[in-house]
């Protein structure tokens, strides 16, 4: 390969994973009318369309979706393999990029963290917050943490936390006015607070509930949609309704009466957090010991 058809082909990653001519040119340090003449040149080469463009938005074509899904593994790894030689540093270095869910990066990230950037000031940390289940390949990510029932049987998986539970709960002056359900099925008759995915075309999450062997997925309806489980919290804490947050997301409020818990005999424990990668990626020194500092060792 060329030099010319590399850095175009950089030029096409950026674009087609920002979805943003402006955003691709800032990060790549060009203006946006030099970036789409690379583009044009570059599809005029090879003779084939690569991106859709209208005045709104900026999407792959399906030849363009087989070119991104097909090539930016292939430079992720190269950039790994540079990333890598940095064992030969004497002090560990680099960025790590890693995706999580709200309540995970809180908990569980950061306290890691508190553990290796101080004593290691060449490591950077960049933190995407994202409830769906990122393709890490494709989006340039490290490694993502989610609970270990929702990672790809083809990654590594490292258990970061101990089991986890979900949790239903509401305001005591939403339980003034209702009465507390004692089923699943109850939900019916109260507004709870949704979490739209950006997976699956952005659907509603689904309650999941289990008792006794008998598992029930309800999906619950009310007033408020949200896309994060911060705003599930303040909306549960302000009377909005009822809210299914991880239980350690809810507990410290529950501890303080700011929130009722209720269908806790509903919830069992299911699998902790994980930190997941994949299994080809050759790890830096940094990456290393962030994952040393993540791992649950148990109490």
């Not at 001519?21 to 690569?50: C, D, K, P, Y």
């Amino acid at each position: 390969m060329n030099r010319d058809n590399a850095s175009d082909l950089l030029a096409f990653l950026a674009v087609a994973r920002e979805r943003s001519f402006t955003r691709a040119a800032a990060q790549l340090g060009m203006t946006q009318s030099a970036l789409s003449q690379i583009i044009r040149n570059l599809e005029e080469r090879i003779g084939v369309r690569l991106l859709n463009r209208t005045t709104r938005s900026v999407t792959p074509t399906q030849a363009g979706e087989r070119l991104f899904l097909s090539i930016g593994p292939k430079f992720n790894e190269m950039d790994a393999e540079l990333a890598a030689l940095s064992e030969f540093r004497e002090k560990p270095a680099g960025t790590v990029r890693l995706t999580a869910t709200e309540y995970a990066a809180a908990e569980i990230l950061l306290p890691a963290l508190n553990k290796i950037l101080p004593t290691h000031p060449d490591i950077h940390v960049e933190v995407v917050i994202d409830y769906g289940l990122t393709n890490i390949v494709a989006q340039q990510v490290d490694a993502g943490i989610r609970p270990g029932e929702l990672v790809a049987k083809d990654m590594i998986a490292v258990r970061v936390s101990p089991d986890l539970r979900m949790a239903v709960v509401g305001s005591p002056a939403y339980f003034a006015e209702r009465k507390r359900p004692k089923t699943p099925q109850d939900l019916t008759h109260h507004n709870c607070l949704n979490l739209r995915l950006p997976t699956h075309g952005g659907s509603i999450y689904v309650w999941e509930f289990e008792k006794n062997g008998r598992e029930l997925n309800v999906r619950v309806e009310g007033q408020l949609v949200f896309n994060t489980a911060g705003l599930l919290l303040q909306g549960a804490l302000r009377g909005f309704g009822l809210a299914y947050l991880t239980e350690g997301h809810a507990q410290p409020y529950i501890a303080k009466g700011q929130l009722v818990r209720v269908l806790a005999d509903w919830c069992p424990p299911f699998s902790g957090y994980h930190l997941y990668y994949p299994s080809r990626r050759q790890p830096t020194p940094a990456f290393s010991l962030l994952v040393e500092a993540l791992r649950y060792r148990g109490k």
